[in-house]
């Protein structure tokens, strides 16, 4: 009896150890749980807060890089009682326009190739101006379509690029023949047949004046000359002295005869430079030395391409005081290339002024609207799209993440502070 009464209380007692040991057991579980949710909901509060404060500040970011004391150019009187008007002129100029192999993938459906929805999303950014301008850096040839080594790509994203508003582009880069002059010409001629402007080639048929290499549009009123010129070429030790000399290879020799007579016929001069290395924001003793050179000539602004990724403004003054903008590059327009931050682009819109009682044209404004290549996966309908950088980390900041993901955003705001000290050489 007495073996059965200890083996009781035994039981007993190890039913309360057991049961204690079970209540403290869940009571820490819910304490664990209690403080993770506290901690969970003190983060997302926390992350709310921060997410405001950075749609705030991308609210702030205006994307400005010089505004001229004298931007508001209204219509005044002279002494002599001549009424003196101001004409403007805006500008959209963008970078490198490229078409690599996944892009014609992307673009290929049911027999045919539509890029269209690669620039829906900024199309009204580039047409909210009276001329846009870029450097089309691809060919359009029969034949096999290639993204890299040799350029060439569908007729159909030559028509996509009219559509997003391009007027204008230059053909003076390194792939300009790739194909040779042969290619080249084709080239030329598709272009043209698209109505789209072109300089950066030597004999240009858009010209009275065959000596001259560029162009010279009337915008407003305003005679603005362009001009392009490369460094050299990718497939330069394949061609004749006589196949080089249809491509603008920059020479000082050749930007002086240009300059000349833009400096006699126009009332402003850009010049669209493609030049520096490839991969790198850092701006080169040889770009430097270009510049240096145009600007003690007589051109007012100059646009670098080339680079994958954009690389730093400046506002300079000539020996007589003018502004000049200098973009040392502006990256791509398009493109997917893996470099780091080649995903990010920029449009530089440019406002140009000449009043009735001058025969030179200044600069009144220039800001720049970021542009990011979002990329929405192999299994999207639309895989790459061009987008307005800062409104898609705005809409996430404020409660839209339809479009795309933390990861991506978190990137955006990093990318975006980079573009914004490179643009200011920071």
């Known amino acids: 009896m007495r073996n059965r009464r200890n083996t009781r209380r035994k039981n007993i007692v190890l039913d309360t150890i057991t049961n204690k040991n079970f209540i403290i057991i869940v009571s820490i579980l819910l304490a664990i749980m209690i403080i993770s949710i506290v901690i969970i909901q003190c983060r997302k509060y926390q992350d709310k807060i921060m997410l405001a404060q950075q749609a705030e500040e991308l609210e702030k970011q205006t994307g400005e890089i010089f505004t001229s004391m004298e931007k508001d150019m209204n219509e005044a009187t002279t002494a002599s009682g001549e009424i003196v008007r101001t004409s403007t002129a805006r500008i959209a100029a963008v970078g490198d326009i490229l078409c690599q192999m996944d892009m014609v993938e992307d673009a290929y459906s049911n027999g045919a190739y539509d890029f269209s929805s690669m620039f829906s999303n900024i199309t009204k950014f580039v047409q909210n101006s009276d001329l846009a301008i870029g450097t089309l850096e691809t060919n359009f040839i029969d034949g096999k379509y290639s993204g890299v080594g040799k350029y060439n790509s569908p007729i159909e994203f030559l028509t996509a690029v009219k559509q997003s508003g391009i007027d204008l582009v230059s053909l003076a880069h390194n792939h300009e023949l790739d194909y040779g002059i042969d290619g080249l010409n084709t080239t030329i001629n598709k272009v043209q047949e698209q109505n789209i402007s072109i300089i950066g080639i030597s004999n240009n048929k858009e010209n009275e004046n065959k000596d001259f290499t560029g162009i010279i549009k009337e915008i407003n009123g305003i005679k603005i000359a362009f001009i392009g010129y490369t460094y050299g070429l990718s497939n330069e030790n394949e061609l004749t002295e006589e196949e080089k000399l249809i491509a603008n290879i920059y020479s000082e020799d050749l930007a002086k005869k240009d300059l000349e007579y ?165």
């Open 262 to 426: 833009a400096k006699e016929n126009s009332n402003y001069i850009i010049a669209i430079m493609h030049w520096g290395d490839v991969n790198t924001s850092t701006i080169s003793e040889y770009q430097n030395n270009i510049t240096a050179f145009l600007v003690n000539n007589g051109v007012d602004m100059i646009l670098g391409t080339h680079p994958a990724v954009v690389e730093p403004m400046k506002i300079i003054q000539n020996s007589e005081g003018k502004n000049i903008l200098v973009a040392y590059s502006l990256g791509n327009y398009i493109s997917t290339l893996n470099y780091d931050n080649a995903d990010v682009e920029l449009i530089l819109n440019i406002q140009i002024a000449k009043t009735s009682d001058s025969d030179k044209a200044v600069l009144q404004k220039v800001d720049y609207t970021p542009i990011y290549v979002l990329d929405n996966g192999t299994k999207a309908e639309n895989r790459f799209e061009l987008t307005d950088m800062k409104q898609l980390a705005k809409d996430y900041a404020n409660g839209d993440t339809s479009k795309i993901s933390r990861q991506t955003y978190d990137k955006l705001i990093v990318k975006l502070e980079k573009l914004q000290n490179i643009v200011n050489n920071k």
